[in-house]
């Protein structure tokens, strides 16, 4: 375990900290609207099982943010994944469904390309089109593999520094990610002080909801006021990596049918 404050590396217990009127939300998980396996039904039904919130960030895709909006008794925040034109990847979040339903059916899906998982515009030009709605942009994995880490576009000089200065915070772990680069994350995120901090397991499967979480100080049952505590950095981080054979299985590009179910269900 490595404790740096806001950012606790370690499996975290959401039940212990419930205890204590901590609220907790996986703030990076995929449904099948994109890249992951189950339907939204039963990711809330997850959910609600393990007594955490979530966030449905598919790339590129709203609908599975839209139906879980719907959702009572499950803590959500609207949200989206969105893979620039450089190939990294943003997330997104925003105080109300309305807000990213406008931000996409104008920013977003006017540039979706017909054969290519990119969008037909730059990362820098996304982050700026977000400042006239209410939502928070984060650097998602900063240094994930390839391209889709925007600290490698960087470096490559595929994107400009300043850039990635105008997000508003960084996803200081992702449970899907390997430690190392992790690790450079959380490094990135305490050196950039007075940004905003999230965490999430970039799940695809069962098994990897709740492997990182992000926690607000206090009981919230409401988007809006956890958001609010994103936003005023009344928040820490608390993950761990997937194993890495779950891992692989699970983010493959073309897993098998029969191995990715089978993986999901061992996270029951």
């Given at each position: 375990m490595s404790n740096f404050g806001k950012i606790i590396h370690d499996r975290?217990?959401?039940?212990?900290?419930?205890?204590?009127?901590?609220?907790?939300?996986?703030?990076?998980?995929?449904?099948?609207?994109?890249?992951?396996?189950?339907?939204?039904?039963?990711?809330?039904?997850?959910?609600?099982q393990k007594g955490i919130g979530v966030c449905l960030t598919d790339h590129n895709v709203i609908r599975g943010s839209m139906i879980a909006s719907r959702c009572k008794d499950v803590l959500t925040i609207p949200g989206i994944e969105v893979t620039a034109k450089e190939g990294c990847h943003i997330l997104?979040?925003?105080?109300?469904?309305?807000?990213?339903?406008?931000f996409y059916y104008t920013n977003i899906?006017?540039?979706?390309?017909?054969?290519?998982?990119?969008?037909?515009?730059?990362?820098?030009?996304?982050?700026?089109?977000?400042?006239?709605?209410?939502?928070?942009?984060?650097?998602?994995?900063?240094?994930?593999?390839?391209?889709?880490?925007?600290?490698?576009?960087?470096?490559?000089?595929?994107?400009?520094?300043?850039?990635?200065?105008?997000?508003?915070?960084?996803?200081?772990?992702?449970?899907?990610?390997?430690?190392?680069?992790?690790?450079?994350?959380?490094?990135?995120?305490?050196?950039?002080?007075?940004?905003?901090?999230?965490?999430?397991?970039?799940g695809h499967i069962f098994y990897e909801m709740g492997h990182t979480l992000t926690f607000a100080k206090e009981n919230i049952d409401n988007t809006r006021d956890f958001f609010e505590a994103v936003a005023k950095r009344r928040v820490f981080v608390v993950g761990k990596e997937t194993k890495f054979l779950k891992k692989h299985l699970a983010h493959s590009t073309k897993p098998t049918t029969r191995g990715m179910y089978a993986l999901n269900y061992m996270g029951k």
């Open positions: 975290p217990d959401p039940g212990l900290f419930r205890k204590r009127g901590i609220t907790a939300v996986d703030m990076h998980f995929h449904s099948r609207y994109s890249d992951g396996v189950n339907k939204v039904r039963f990711i809330l039904k997850k959910a609600r997104f979040y925003f105080y109300s469904i309305r807000e990213l339903e406008n899906k006017p540039k979706k390309a017909k054969t290519s998982p990119f969008l037909r515009i730059s990362a820098e030009e996304i982050i700026d089109r977000s400042r006239r709605y209410s939502c928070i942009s984060i650097m998602a994995h900063p240094y994930a593999i390839a391209w889709t880490g925007m600290m490698n576009c960087v470096r490559n000089g595929v994107i400009r520094p300043e850039a990635a200065k105008k997000l508003d915070g960084i996803e200081a772990i992702t449970g899907s990610n390997l430690r190392i680069p992790n690790k450079r994350s959380i490094e990135l995120a305490l050196k950039m002080k007075g940004r905003m901090i999230t965490g999430g397991s970039d």
